[in-house]
């Protein structure tokens, strides 16, 4: 099995993901709302890149039928039924429902990764479950972190890490790593025991807790709270 982490989308190059199956990991906050979401019983969610194609694909399958969620600067956008915090994603408000959804890092990198042969959807939330998962595979494997705006940041590296350690302990045959799955998973052996401390002190975690998330941040930190891996097929998230 060939491992390869890409900590930021820019890292793949003109190469895109490749005949793999893919793991995109946004840990605050979208790939977390977005499975907290589904856990809650939304149907599914469509991930697209910008504010316009939400409105746009809303207007398409009729404005009261889906809702709108998202953000940019980590506020909700104007306009819009939700933002993009995992608190906000109670079983209430999005049971049965469709959810369009837009953010800043997280739904391009899902949009890219639904290029691969599979799409799954990854973070502390499922860590385990992804790495069970990604055990069966017969394909090479690519987890790919959304970065902040196309720079490094260290919960989607350190998640990363913690996914590919466990694959290679539960995984039979020999697994082909590159570089940054081995920094991946030194950084994972590093951080990786306390997340709850760990994660209020990334800069995403700081910029959060600055404006009064701490509670999302700490939701965002638990580890393997659900079994779920929610796939991503043609362009639609599910679990
Ligand atoms: C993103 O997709 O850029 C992040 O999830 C930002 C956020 O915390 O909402």
Redesign the pocket.
């Known amino acids: 099995l060939n491992l390869e982490v890409a900590f930021t989308p820019g890292e793949l190059g003109g190469a895109g993901v490749g005949q793999r199956t893919v793991v995109v990991i ?1 840990v ?3 790939t977390s ?1 977005i499975l907290q979401a589904l856990v809650n019983g939304a149907r599914d969610v469509l991930p697209v890149e910008s504010v316009e194609q939400a409105v746009r694909k809303a207007q398409e399958i009729g404005r009261d039928q889906v809702i709108l969620c998202g ?1 940019r600067d ?1 506020n909700p956008i104007a306009g819009f039924d939700l933002g ?1 915090s995992p608190l906000e994603f109670v079983a209430e408000r999005v049971s049965g429902r469709t959810l369009v959804m837009t ?5 391009r990198a899902i949009v890219l990764g639904a290029g691969g042969t599979r799409c799954m959807i990854a973070s502390f939330l499922n860590a385990g479950a992804t790495a069970a998962a990604l055990a069966q595979s017969e394909s090479d494997v690519l987890i790919l972190g ?1 970065g ?1 705006e196309g720079r490094f940041s260290l919960e989607d590296g350190v998640c990363a890490g913690m996914i590919v350690r466990e694959l290679k302990r539960q995984y039979s045959g020999r697994v082909e790593t590159n570089d940054a799955a081995k920094a991946a998973s030194f950084m994972a052996a590093r951080f990786g025991k306390r997340l709850a401390e760990f994660l209020p002190r990334t800069a ?1 975690g700081r910029r ?1 807790e600055a404006m009064g998330r701490r509670a999302e941040i700490d939701f965002c930190a638990t580890l393997d709270r659900y079994a779920h891996v929610p796939r991503v097929l043609e362009r639609r998230i599910t679990l």
Do not use: S
């Not at 953010?103 to 739904?107: A, I, L, P, Y």
């Open positions: 946004d605050l906050r979208a709302t953000e980590i993009n953010t800043t890092n997280g739904t959304a902040r995403a959060l």
